[in-house]
């Protein structure tokens, strides 16, 4: 756990330059970016395209951006952005979802996978754009 200092500043991961700074500004911007559908995350473990509605299994997704947000009234009150894309029609998505303490578990182990998962890197499928 991060510590906060003597003077109340907390430290926690210092947002890229171009990091909204609310849930809100983070859909806008990926909604500027093309990621228009509006995917979610379900209890078993898939994820559903709001775009082509399909199911597929959250291993498959492609994760392009992660934000992350602590509540403003209450720092337990987490939030996660995701920009997704859909292995089944390719178009991008955004799923928006609690996180933390509030969160659904059930919802919140998958979050968790998708978030770790963007950290580690997996974009070596990238080379397979432009057909
Ligand atoms: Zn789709």
């Known amino acids: 756990m991060e510590s906060v200092g003597a ?13 909204p700074g609310t849930v809100l500004e983070a859909v806008q911007l990926l909604e500027r970016e093309g990621y ?6 379900l209890p078993d473990g898939s ?4 775009a082509c509605q399909k199911t597929h299994r959250i291993d498959g997704a492609l994760v392009d951006r992660v934000f992350r947000y602590e509540g403003i009234s209450d720092p337990d009150d987490e939030a996660i952005v995701l920009a997704v894309r859909c292995p089944v029609c390719n178009m991008r998505g955004v799923i928006v979802s609690a996180f933390g303490p509030n969160a659904d578990p059930a ?9 770790t998962r963007f950290r580690e890197g997996s974009q070596e499928a990238r080379g397979s754009e432009g057909s």
Not at 7 to 19: H, L, Y
Request: hydrophobic share 40%; charged share 20%; aromatic share 0%.
């Open 7 to 19: 003077d109340g500043n907390r430290s926690v991961d210092s947002p890229p330059m171009d990091a």
């Open 36 to 41: 228009t559908a509006n995917s979610t995350v």
């Open 47 to 50: 994820i559903k395209c709001g």
């Open 107 to 115: 919802l919140l182990e998958h979050l968790v996978l998708l978030d």
